[in-house]
């Protein structure tokens, strides 16, 4: 039998006191996807560097991979390598698209602070039966909920849909009241995965219906909304993956200046998948094409935790997150350089 954990165990904290921050203060915290060691210690690095906190996330099958044993004790250690950094930044684990209680339950006895229950596929009263049972659990253990409604497009490991159907702003108000859930997903033009609309790299996307989003904001005022499917996928990174080998061209994401927008509205929370996918991908890439003898998977690997830092730190600083993380004492960057490079963390967090 493998012993309950609770997210205070592991320095985390909920989503709830990002979100309150995030909305009186008018910007969008980054929750990042992510599969192994160098993704996360990236992230760290990247929410280190520009003061902010974030949220941690994984899918179902994500932690799966990383091993659902093994996982927690992951973000424990991201927690460590950011005081190790000087930084005391709020730190939260998130179960993205949970697919039934069972998987929620699972998340929140092995120390997650958040989970997602995406019913959005089913009936609305279905999906709020079901939303409810999890809130309910996760409640009495001081775990927050995010659910969804309307779907979204695209694929992302087991979530595959081929359109949209967008949130209906009159069914919000009677889902959080009828299943309490902390903050909602929903759909207004945003889409799973690198090829988010039909339309080929250079041409204009669809607009967000932002005005789906002005229209919940008045029936559900103060509540955090989420985005799932945000990642801009990043033209420097699909360039880099096509001109090393790859085959991506019609690769397209969402506008920067659509996201920002977003994250100035109700909207506290924005996913990042795909970036962090594309950056790996094309830093690999690159070595192996420009060094084909290399096999150490400390040198190629190392290049995608600069990767994943940079994409953070452009997210941040797109969503105005950059400078929230109102429990930062952190070193100069001199300073934290110096220490990573001479290995000397895991002496500080010992």
Request: charged letters at 25%; hydrophobic letters at 45%.
């Amino acid at each position: 039998m493998v012993d309950i954990l609770r997210y205070k165990q592991l320095g985390l904290v909920n989503t709830r006191v990002l979100f309150e921050k995030a909305m009186k203060g008018g910007y969008a915290v980054p929750a990042y996807n992510f599969n192994n060691m160098e993704q996360l210690q990236g992230i760290i690095i990247g929410c280190v560097e520009s003061k902010s906190p974030v949220i941690l996330q994984v899918s179902g099958s994500a932690r799966k991979y990383a091993n659902p044993i093994f996982l927690p004790y992951m973000a424990m250690g991201a927690v460590q390598m950011a005081r190790a950094l000087g930084a005391d930044i709020p730190i939260a684990l998130h179960l993205d698209h949970g697919d039934s209680f069972e998987l929620a339950k699972s998340c929140i006895d092995s120390g997650f602070s958040s989970v997602m229950l995406d019913g959005s596929h089913y009936p609305f009263e279905e999906n709020a039966a079901l939303t409810r049972q999890v809130v309910d659990y996760a409640h009495q253990r001081e775990v927050t909920v995010e659910g969804e409604l309307g779907v979204l497009a695209g694929v992302e490991d087991k979530v595959s849909h081929e359109v949209s159907h967008y949130t209906k702003p009159e069914e919000v108000e009677a889902f959080v009241a009828k299943t309490g859930v902390d903050s909602l997903a929903i759909s207004i033009g945003t889409s799973h995965g690198a090829y988010k609309f039909k339309v080929k790299a250079g041409e204009e996307v669809p607009p967000l219906r932002f005005d789906i989003l002005a229209e919940i904001e008045k029936r559900v005022p103060d509540f955090p909304i989420v985005l799932h499917g945000a990642s801009a996928v990043m033209p420097e990174y699909v360039r880099m993956i096509n001109a090393f080998g790859g085959k991506m061209d019609d690769a397209v994401g969402i506008p920067e200046e659509q996201l920002r927008k977003a994250a100035g509205s109700a909207v506290c929370k924005i996913n990042i998948d795909s970036d962090g996918r594309l950056a790996m991908t094309a830093v690999i890439r690159k070595v192996f094409a420009e060094n084909p003898a290399e096999f150490d998977p400390r040198k190629y690997l190392a290049e995608t935790i600069t990767a994943m830092k940079a994409i953070c730190v452009a997210r941040y600083e797109a969503f105005g997150t950059a400078g929230n993380a109102d429990r930062i004492r952190v070193k100069s960057l001199a300073a934290m350089q110096v220490a990573y490079d001479a290995g000397e963390l895991a002496q500080q967090v010992n």
